[in-house]
Antibody, heavy 123, light 111 residues
Framework: HLQLQESGPGLVKSSETLSLTCTVS??????????WGWVRQPPGKGLEWIGS???????YCNPSLKSRVTISVDTSKNQFSLKLSSVTAADTAVYYC???????????????WGQGTLVSVSS | QSVLTQPPSVSGAPGQRVTMSCTGS?????????VVWYQQLPGTAPKLLMY???NRPSGVPDRFSGSKSATSASLAITGLQAEDEADYYC???????????FGGGTKLTVL
């Protein structure tokens, strides 16, 4: 069955760029239907969609983060990545990757999810 | 402050039925966008519970059901079990923001 696993530094300095990779196993990323997304959750708070990418490289992002977000895909490695620039303490969160089931649809859903990785921003 | 409003907490005894709401507006649920529900057990990633407002993925017990009306949605759980104790989040799309949005979450306590 499909599994996703986030990886990357757990600590990033303020004003620098957060970089995470999600490795997909148990299936291919190259289905035309699916997108692949990132969602984050600050400690003790709710969920926030960051953005999603299609295997073709097409992306769409949360407008509130768009200016700082880059999402890319490497189908040869079955991976997709997130870069978030100019981070502040407000970007401290657990970052999840997930399959965006009907990505092109606005009210799509995420399933399955990776286990998440905590990224802390230090000053 | 989320555009989808969920009660911070609900509770019920084992075997009971509980419902939790997700209240939106004319720019999200009221605009016709479906609602998704996730269950997040303590210390774990969210798990898909309901999609397209009323559809259960395979593997989700039929004790869980979803409904949607004008500008709100609800998740009902019947035959409440201790293992249902978790945070529950709704998700939809908001045209004013131009983004997928989540509710603030509801913590379900099984008494």
């Amino acid at each position: 069955h499909l599994q996703l696993q986030e990886s990357g530094p757990g600590l990033v300095k303020s004003s620098e760029t957060l970089s995470l990779t999600c490795t997909v196993s148990g299936g291919s990323m190259t289905s035309s239907t699916y997108y692949w997304g990132w969602v984050r959750q600050p400690p003790g708070k709710g969920l926030e969609w960051i953005g999603s990418v299609h295997y073709s490289g097409s992306t769409y992002c949360n407008p509130s983060l768009k200016s700082r977000v880059t999402i890319s895909v490497d189908t040869s490695k079955n991976q997709f990545s997130l870069k978030l620039s100019s981070v502040t303490a407000a970007d401290t969160a657990v970052y999840y990757c997930a399959r965006d089931e009907m990505g092109i649809a606005a009210d799509s859903w995420f399933d399955p999810w990776g286990q998440g990785t905590l990224v802390s921003v230090s000053s | 402050q989320s555009v989808l409003t969920q009660p911070p907490s609900v509770s019920g005894a084992p075997g009971q039925r509980v419902t939790m709401s997700c209240t939106g507006s004319s720019s999200n649920i009221g605009a016709g966008y479906d609602v998704v529900w996730y269950q997040q057990l303590p210390g774990t990633a969210p798990k898909l519970l309901m999609y397209s407002s009323t559809n259960r993925p395979s593997g989700v017990p039929d004790r869980f059901s979803g409904s949607k009306s004008a500008t709100s949605a609800s998740l009902a759980i019947t035959g409440l079990q201790a293992e249902d104790e978790a945070d529950y989040y709704c998700q939809s799309y908001d045209t004013d923001i131009g983004s997928r949005v989540f509710g603030g979450g509801t913590k379900l306590t099984v008494l």
